[in-house]
C-alpha cells in the first residue's frame, strides 16, 4: 500500500528516522478522526509501542511502515470512537471537541513536541468537527481517510479492513450528514471583525450590539465536562445568548478579560479571569452573523491554552 508520505513507492528504510517522521502525520489524523489531541497523543503512543514490540525482523518484512503505522492508528481510533460513544453518553453536559490553538500560541510558543502539532485547516475548524460527531466511527474513518487524506477507497478498505464499495458507500453516507451552507463563508478578514466587534460587544455589555451580531437562530453550546459550571443544555435564540453572555461578565466573581486567539484555524476568543485562561471560545458563522458558539470549559480539554 502506497501513502502520501512516501513518494515514488520505494521501499523505506524501517529506521527509527523514518519511522519517527511519521509521527506529524499520525496525530494529524487521529486528531481529525477522535476530536482530542490527548486521546490522539494516545493512539499514536499506542501504535509506536506495538511497531516496536516487534522484532527487526518482523519490521523488516513490512514493506511500508508508514502504511502499517496508518493502518493501525486508524483501527486504534476506530475502536476508541466506539467506546467514545458510550462514554459521552455518560458525559456531564454537552461534550464538544477539545479546542487547538495556533502552535505560535501554545505556553512557551510551541508543543512540547514539534512533531505533535496539528495542522489547522478547514478540517479541523469547530463547526467541522462537531458534524464529524454526528458520523457512525465507520463513517467517520472512511470519510477522513478518504475525503481529507486523500486515500484511495482501495487504501482506506485494506486499512479498514472492508471492502472498497463498502468504504464508498461509509464516505457518501458521511457527506450527506454535512450541512450545505445556505450563504457562501465571509472572507478571513471580515471573520476576525465579526469576532472582534463580538468581543467589544461584550466587553461594555451591549446586549443589542450582541444581538445584532447573532443570527436570530443562533446556538450556544458549552462543555464544562461536571469539572466546572456550564450549561448543560443549548441556549437557543439571539436574544437569550446576549442576555446570558451579559449576566455571565455582570457575575463574575474577579476579573474577566477577553483575547482574540486563533480556535482551531478560525477567529475565536480566549476569556481569561485574573490571568487564567477559563474558557475558549469557537464560533459558527454564516455570512455577517454568527450561528453557533462553542464554550468549551472543561479544564481538561484547556491543556493547549494553559500558562506556565
Not at 124 to 142: D, G, I, N, W
Not at 152 to 168: D, H, K, L
Not at 223 to 250: F, K
Not at 255 to 263: A, G, K, P, Q, S
Request: proline share 7%; with cysteine; hydrophobic share 40%.
Amino acid at each position: 500500500m502506497s501513502t502520501q508520505a512516501e513518494p515514488g513507492g520505494g521501499r523505506p528504510d524501517p529506521g527509527l528516522s523514518t519511522v519517527m517522521s511519521e509521527r506529524r502525520r499520525l496525530i494529524n489524523l487521529a486528531y481529525r478522526l477522535l476530536g482530542s489531541l490527548a486521546e490522539a497523543e494516545d493512539a499514536v503512543q499506542e501504535t509506536y509501542a506495538r511497531w516496536y514490540a516487534m522484532s527487526r525482523q518482523q519490521q523488516d518484512a513490512i514493506a511500508s511502515p508508514g502504511g502499517w503505522l496508518t493502518t493501525v492508528t486508524s483501527r486504534i481510533c476506530l475502536d476508541l470512537l466506539g467506546s467514545a460513544r458510550a462514554r459521552r453518553e455518560r458525559y456531564v453536559g454537552e461534550w464538544i471537541p477539545e479546542p487547538l490553538p495556533e502552535p505560535a500560541e501554545w505556553p512557551g510558543g510551541t508543543t512540547a513536541d514539534p512533531a505533535d502539532r496539528v495542522t489547522l485547516d478547514e478540517s479541523v475548524s469547530m463547526a467541522f468537527l462537531v458534524v464529524l460527531e454526528s458520523m457512525t466511527p465507520a463513517e467517520r474513518v472512511a470519510f477522513i481517510l478518504h475525503d481529507v487524506f486523500r486515500y484511495s477507497f482501495a487504501e482506506v478498505a485494506e486499512i479498514t479492513g472492508r471492502t472498497p464499495a463498502a468504504c464508498r458507500q461509509l464516505a457518501s453516507s458521511a457527506r450527506r450528514r454535512i450541512p450545505a451552507s445556505p450563504v457562501p463563508p465571509a472572507p478571513a478578514a471580515r471573520r476576525s471583525g465579526i469576532v472582534r466587534d463580538f468581543r467589544q460587544a461584550w466587553e461594555a455589555r451591549d446586549i443589542g450590539a450582541l444581538i445584532g451580531l447573532l443570527d436570530p437562530g443562533a446556538t450556544m453550546t458549552a462543555d464544562g465536562g461536571g469539572l466546572v459550571s456550564a450549561q448543560l443544555r443549548p441556549i437557543e435564540g439571539a436574544e437569550q445568548i446576549g442576555r446570558y453572555l451579559v449576566g455571565l461578565v455582570s457575575g463574575a466573581a474577579g476579573t474577566v478579560t477577553f483575547l482574540e486567539r486563533t480556535v482551531n484555524g478560525q477567529p475565536g476568543l480566549v476569556a481569561q479571569q485574573d490571568g487564567v485562561t477559563v474558557t475558549v471560545f469557537a464560533f459558527g458563522l454564516a455570512g455577517d452573523r454568527i450561528t453557533h458558539i462553542w464554550a468549551v470549559r472543561n479544564p481538561r480539554k484547556l491543556r493547549p491554552w494553559t500558562t506556565g
